[in-house]
């Protein structure tokens, strides 16, 4: 509803039903119980969610730990969680109305349909609807199908079919519902490519996205009348949604086949283990501190890339949604302007974070945007504006021999503003600024602003690229700083409001949860030194 309300201005939303189907009975569940336990693979299904229901207990004790010495709220975004009383005040928000019922089919829910006078239905994640409702409303009803038609109708988790047979992409579709399961005309529709790296989790995030963006799109064409719809040909085959013991064996069976990242881990384990046995005392103390005098240290990351290719700077769709959940868990995730505004003017009374990224990769239109949508952080992007104008590759990813990897289009990055992505200047060639020649450095750092208000507007935010100290000379702070209104470094370090910096200090995002938490807390390395023309004037 949001997208809907954002980036199709021509729609509206009138109502929403919702089916909130009645549980089983007991006599369901035990009759559904004594079919299952004859199979062996129900037993060892049985075992993991049992040792599933386990380890979630033994990560909420860890999560109370780390909560007591960040000394944190349990809730430092707000309560985690959608449920129906958020979606009834999205509703009144956009001056729809919600209809929850026990049958979508009942005379009330028809009734309700009926009274919206509504243009267009949309079927979402729903069970199989008759046409008594779904060809109430004047053009019909279209449905999101993230398996490719007609090869792959009807249910399955996002990506298994294919993933099993092999394939090298899924299918995202936008169709005509009709009363034979995913036969209808085709509205819109589009293919992900299977990377090496990519699961089933990844997969399902991206095909969200994705499917999200075709349905804005179906939507706007059927309010212009610009609809497209292509009938579906071939032989096809209708699958179904394997039941819950089937599917871990088929994820097992599936992860034996599949690539992973391997070891993520940049240190030995035994010396994380180390530190954080050594530092958790001072740093609870010092946290504590922090708290009584409203004055945490806000802390910025840079990433490059959300991938699910090999690459040195990449991180997988699925892992970065894990280690943005333990950000949204533990500390107060914030925009980039939110938190320049802490450091200036304070108070900061919790552990903070603000996530930005660098460079300006083409796949991160999808992958990162598979998570923020997911999550909802948001992100300051930096992006070398001569790339984009020219699609060229990053000459740091040749230095590699990592190839394929594009830059962002302008288009793109006037969606991720739409979006609510911050979006500032990294130089226009990813530019060393050690550089003592004013002439490059002008060109490179007040030639980057000068793109970006061509073509989005103007940006308060500027970033060194490779920003260590040694790649910001004093011309290039003094450029950078007379012509941004916030200038950030890539050496590491918090930034606290009691301690006002020239150049704000951002931190590279580790690849493993407990690094990123160890270097969140000061504990990985020790502060680098900072030339006085990098502090406060």
């Not at 954080?276 to 009584?292: D, E």
């Amino acid at each position: 509803m949001a997208r809907i309300r954002r980036d199709a201005p021509e729609a509206r939303v009138r109502g929403v039903l919702y089916e909130r189907r009645p549980p089983k009975t007991l006599q369901q569940r035990i009759a559904n119980w004594r079919k299952k336990m004859k199979r062996f693979a129900y037993w060892r299904y049985l075992a993991h969610r049992i040792g599933g229901i386990i380890e979630r207990h033994i990560f909420a004790l860890l999560d109370s730990v780390i909560r007591f010495i960040h000394a944190a709220p349990k809730w430092p975004n707000g309560k985690a969680g959608y449920g129906l009383d958020d979606l009834g005040e999205s509703c009144q928000q956009i001056g729809a109305e919600l209809l929850i019922t026990r049958d979508i089919h009942s005379e009330e829910a028809l009734a309700f349909v009926r009274s919206k006078n509504a243009d267009l239905g949309l079927v979402f994640g729903t069970r199989i609807l008759k046409p008594a409702l779904y060809s109430i409303p004047k053009q019909g009803s279209i449905n999101i199908h993230k398996h490719k038609v007609p090869d792959y109708r009807g249910g399955g988790a996002v990506g298994l079919w294919e993933l099993l047979d092999d394939r090298k992409e899924i299918g995202v579709t936008v169709h005509r519902v009709e009363a034979k399961v995913d036969v209808g005309g085709v509205i819109r529709s589009t293919t992900i490519p299977i990377e090496p790296l990519d699961d089933l989790e990844s997969l399902a995030l991206k095909a969200d996205v994705v499917g999200c963006d075709l349905i804005v799109a179906a939507i706007r064409d059927f309010a212009v009348g610009n609809v497209k719809e292509t009938p579906q040909t071939g032989p096809g085959k209708t699958l179904r949604s394997p039941v819950a013991e089937d599917f871990l064996q088929m994820k097992k069976q599936l992860a034996g086949r599949r690539r992973s990242y391997g070891n993520p881990y940049r240190r030995p384990r035994w010396k994380l283990l180390a530190k954080s046995l050594l530092f958790v005392v001072p740093v609870t103390f010092r946290n504590w501190r922090h708290r009584r005098q409203a004055d945490f240290p806000v802390m910025i990351l840079y990433h490059h890339l959300v991938s699910d290719r090999p690459h040195r700077f990449g991180v997988g769709t699925s892992y970065f949604l894990r280690q943005v959940n333990y950000l949204l868990r533990h500390y107060r995730v914030v925009s980039l302007s939110q938190a320049v505004e802490l450091i200036r003017k304070g108070p900061v009374k919790v552990p903070t974070v603000a996530i930005t990224f660098d460079d300006g990769y083409a796949e991160n239109f999808v992958s990162l945007r598979a998570v923020t949508e997911e999550t909802g952080v948001p992100i300051g992007y930096f992006v070398a504006t001569e790339h984009i104008s020219t699609g060229n590759e990053f000459a740091h990813d040749g230095l590699f021999s990592e190839h394929g990897f594009a830059p962002n289009t302008w288009d793109q990055l006037q969606f991720l503003k739409h979006s609510g992505y911050e979006i500032g200047s990294h130089t226009r060639n990813h530019a060393d600024c050690g550089s003592l020649d004013a002439e490059f450095l002008n060109l490179e750092i007040v030639g980057s602003r000068t793109d970006l208000e061509k073509n989005l507007g103007p940006t308060a935010h500027f970033s060194f690229p490779f920003g260590k100290p040694q790649n910001i000379s004093p011309p290039a702070a003094e450029i950078a700083c007379a012509n941004y209104e916030n200038v950030f470094s890539a050496y590491g370090g918090g930034n606290f409001h009691s301690v006002q910096q020239r150049i704000m200090k951002r931190g590279n995002f580790p690849f493993t949860v407990w690094e990123l938490e160890l270097q969140l807390q000061s504990v990985l390395r020790p502060g680098r030194t900072e030339e006085p023309y990098l502090k406060k004037p």
